[in-house]
């Protein structure tokens, strides 16, 4: 493993490593590396709160992101941590927002907090207007995000790829399956597996308060064979009342077809390779359990020390 820092102040060197931790997220936060490493001289190689980071194997690149702390102990072990740029959105602001697609609403949150934003993917829809007072920029995003999500019945991720911002459509972020997978006879050594009604709707309700007519309007879709399966589970909100029937009706049917299905989640415990982190979707094959799919990786960490490289995956099925 290379692992280079740049002080920006013209000097670039590298540091052996003695370990990596990498552990990257969906959403939500930023991805964060902790890396010990031997430094002996720390007064002549100054690793400095503000320098960059990168991390490569010689085939992947790995990490790239800005060193936030330094730590420093009597056996010359000297410690890293260092996030993406995402780490620069989960800071507080005032946010007026048009109606506008969530590509756009990115754009316009990182150019006000001046981050390159360089991949856009076309989300096909135009999200309300919305004013948020003293939030974190992330949020605001993943707010666009979420929203798209249960528009369009697709799913977006934004993320830091080694250095480039993007807004991705996860089909563009599936690892080809005839070059990688993970199974029972391909890096996996321990996983756990569940499915769970406990988070999913099988009743949506959306109610509108016309202040006009003083009265209240209530809108319901539902899977009749589900209920008769799990017994009625309920989701229910109010909604704008600018909104016509026939957007709520919309409204309606995506979030049953959101979450009108169990959720199937699985932990993994396997060899480690640099491709997965959070956002990609990984082909799983467990025999003994029926899997043979996609999955999205939800969370991800990747340990390496003394040249072993091992990882732990959350997934779930989109």
Not at 171 to 178: C, E, F, N
Not at 215 to 244: C, H, P
């Amino acid at each position: 493993m290379e692992v280079l820092v740049d002080n920006r102040d013209g000097t670039i060197y590298e540091i052996p490593a003695v370990s990596i931790s990498w552990k990257t997220e969906k959403s939500g936060t930023a991805s964060v590396l902790d890396v010990a490493m031997l430094n002996p001289e720390p007064l002549k190689n100054k690793v400095t709160p503000g320098a960059i980071v990168r991390v490569t194997d010689g085939q992947h690149r790995v990490f790239y992101g800005y060193i936030f702390k330094t730590s420093f102990g009597k056996n010359s072990e000297f410690k890293i941590t260092a996030y993406d740029q995402i780490k620069y959105l989960m800071y507080n602001d005032t946010f007026v927002m048009k109606s506008m697609q969530a590509e756009d609403a990115i754009a316009q949150i990182c150019t006000q907090f001046k981050l390159p934003l360089k991949i856009v993917a076309k989300t096909n829809y135009k999200a309300p207007k919305m004013t948020e007072d003293d939030k974190k920029a992330l949020d605001v995003i993943n707010k666009y995000i979420d929203s798209t999500i249960v528009a369009t019945n697709q799913s977006f991720v934004f993320m830091d790829n080694f250095g480039t911002l993007g807004l991705y459509n996860i089909k563009d972020l599936v690892i080809d399956p005839t070059e990688f997978y993970i199974g029972e006879e391909s890096l996996l050594y321990d996983f756990d597996y569940s499915a769970a009604i406990e988070d999913s709707y099988n009743r949506i309700k959306l109610v509108i308060d016309d202040k006009k007519a003083a009265k209240r309007r209530s809108f319901v879709a539902k899977d009749s064979n589900n209920i008769a399966r799990w017994g009625q589970l309920q989701f229910y909100k109010k909604v704008d009342e600018k909104m016509t029937p026939a957007q709520v009706e919309s409204l309606l049917d995506a979030l049953l077809a959101v979450h009108n299905k169990e959720k199937k989640e699985l932990t993994l415990k396997c060899l480690g390779d640099w491709r997965v982190r959070a956002g990609r979707m990984v082909f799983i094959y467990i025999e003994k359990l029926g899997l043979k799919q996609l999955f999205l990786v939800e969370t991800c960490t990747h340990d390496w020390s003394a040249g072993v490289h091992t990882m732990s995956l959350e997934l779930k099925v989109v």
